[in-house]
Every structure is written in C-alpha cells, then in structure tokens.
C-alpha cells in the first residue's frame, strides 16, 4: 500500500490524491528559521513502507527542490522501502541546454540533484521536453512524464459551448498536446507559424485551417509571463476567431500574465492544479492517483 506526502508546495493536492487514490498521508512539519534555513521533520512511520512525495516546484523553486531534497532522503534515513518523487511542475525545464557562453545547463544540474535525493521513480506532469524526446533521457532512474491534456480537453468539452472548434498550439512544439486535445474534442487542430508578408512585416498565422468565425482554443504546457498567449489571442482575434480561450497545463502565471492575457482579449483561460493558481479549475489528482495506483 502507498503512502502519501506532500511538502510544502503541494500540501493541498496532496490530500486530493490521497482522497481520490485512498492513500494514507504521512503529515510533516516543514518550516523556515529566521535565518532563512530550511527544517523538516516527519511525523510519522514510514519504516518499510512506500512513499509519494508529491512536491510541484513552481514560483520558489530553489526552495521546494532543497524541501523535497530533505524530506526524501529522510525518509529513506527513517527505512522507507520506496520513493516516489512526484514533481507535476518541474522547474528549470526550459533551460536544458547552454544557449549562451558559460550558462549553466539547470535541467541536468536539478535532475542529478533530484536522483541524489535517493528517489526511486520521478513521476512528473507534461514537463517541457524541448531537445529531449522522452523523459527517460533526463533521468537515470525510471522517469514517466504523463499530461494532463486529456483532463483540459474533457473540461473545455463539458464547460464551453464550443461553435465549429479548432485548437491551436502556439508553436511547433505545442502540436503535441493541440493533437491530443483536439482527438478529444473531435476537431481541427494546427500550430501557429511566422509568415513573411515583406522585409517589413510578418504575421502570425495557422498553418493550414481557417479560425473565422470558430471558437479557438490555444493549447500550451505553460503559461509563465502570458506573453506568448496573448500575442496569439491577438492574432486569432485579428484572423475572425469568434471566442479565444487559452488553456494550458501549468499557470504559472509571472506578474500581470493573467492581465495581460484578458486584456489581448480572451474569453476565458483556464488551467490545472499542478500550479495553484486563479484559474486552476482542472484536477491532476484524478489522473496522478490513477498513476500511483499503476505503481503500487
Ligand atoms: C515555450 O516553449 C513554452 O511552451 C511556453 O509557450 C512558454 O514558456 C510560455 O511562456 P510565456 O507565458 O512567458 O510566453
């Protein structure tokens, strides 16, 4: 049977999966001292037994990763017989590689701080795999990377009266989750691409579909200063969109992202709890219990 705990990042989606998956959860103290030094004790006995640690590391990262450190090798300390480090935000993602001289490479540096925390398994949550293909190149202990797009789709699917709709990824790299929302959603889907219209001008069109007069629904993995999804709001609002919604796995939601995102005129965005956020309305618990349960 496994055991649940959730630092201090996700105490709350930590219950949820307890409660969704009929784990029990092991309690923890975590705390700051005045000097800005972590501590964390855990309240329970885990001798034998194996643990979920459900930990996302979004907006204070260097201070969650330094939290999960301590509790999982704690609880291996303690005698736990396994660790599943469950990370459905996982941060540094985006810089996994050195794009300039002398930059460190954070994704491999926080991947071999996260196998030295003696984690057995990584579980994490549409991680933004750039120049890898699988996950199971970042880590070299067994890794899954599931997504939650299903989730967003079936949402958008019971909550909108979506007219005539098609999905849009921003980029070439969102293709994958637009695909597999839009197989939910039986519809359309493409990728936004710059277009040179003159040595002046471009714009930023879908590569094949037509969003006049449709309800556009633009996919993404993250939404961090709202710059990319606003600018694609602008443009599909420009090309006739009837309504845009945004949705995206993690809000992570850097300054005015939100703002800034209405503002260019959304009809609404949504997004789910791997961040907690304002417009978190969609639930990974379901769907990180169902996983946990493949592993017990
Ligand atoms: C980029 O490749 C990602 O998939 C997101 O599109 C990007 O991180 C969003 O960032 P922002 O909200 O700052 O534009």
Redesign the pocket.
């Known amino acids: 049977m496994l055991n649940v705990i959730g630092g201090s990042a996700s105490t709350y989606l930590a219950y949820k999966i307890s409660r969704v998956g009929q784990f029990p959860i092991i309690p923890i103290e975590s705390k700051v001292f005045p000097d800005g030094e972590r501590y964390v004790r855990v309240l329970g006995d885990v001798e034998g037994k194996r643990i979920a640690l459900i930990q996302s590391m979004y907006r204070n990262p260097d201070s969650y990763l330094i939290e999960f450190i301590f509790i999982s090798r704690t609880l291996k300390e303690l005698g736990a017989k396994e660790v599943i480090g469950v990370i459905p935000y996982f941060p540094y993602a985006?810089q996994d590689t050195r794009f300039n001289p002398g930059e460190a490479v954070s994704l491999d540096i926080v991947s071999r701080l996260i196998e030295e925390s003696n984690v057995d398994k990584v579980i994490t949550v549409d991680m933004?795999l750039?120049r890898y293909s699988s996950i199971k190149e970042v880590f070299r202990i067994p890794a899954e990377n599931i997504s939650a797009v299903d989730e967003i789709a079936r949402y958008l699917a019971n909550n909108y009266k979506l007219e005539s709709p098609v999905i849009i990824g921003?980029?070439e790299?969102?293709e994958q989750w637009a695909k597999r929302a839009a197989s939910v959603l039986e519809c359309d889907y493409d990728v936004l691409e710059k277009r040179r219209i003159s040595a002046e001008e471009v714009e930023i069109v879908p590569r094949k579909v037509s969003v006049k007069g449709r309800d556009v629904v633009i996919v993404?993995?993250?939404?961090?200063?709202?710059?990319?999804?606003a600018e694609a709001i602008k443009m599909l609002l420009k090309q006739g969109a009837r309504r845009v919604i945004g949705a995206c796995t993690h809000a992570i939601l850097?300054g005015n992202?939100l703002e800034r995102i209405y503002r260019a005129g959304a009809h609404d965005v949504i997004a789910t709890d791997t961040v907690p956020s304002p417009i978190s309305v969609v639930s990974v618990a379901e769907l990180l219990a169902k996983t946990l349960r493949e592993h017990d």
């Open positions: 985006r933004h750039h921003p980029d790299e969102s993404d993995d993250i939404i961090s200063t709202g710059g990319t999804m850097a992202a």
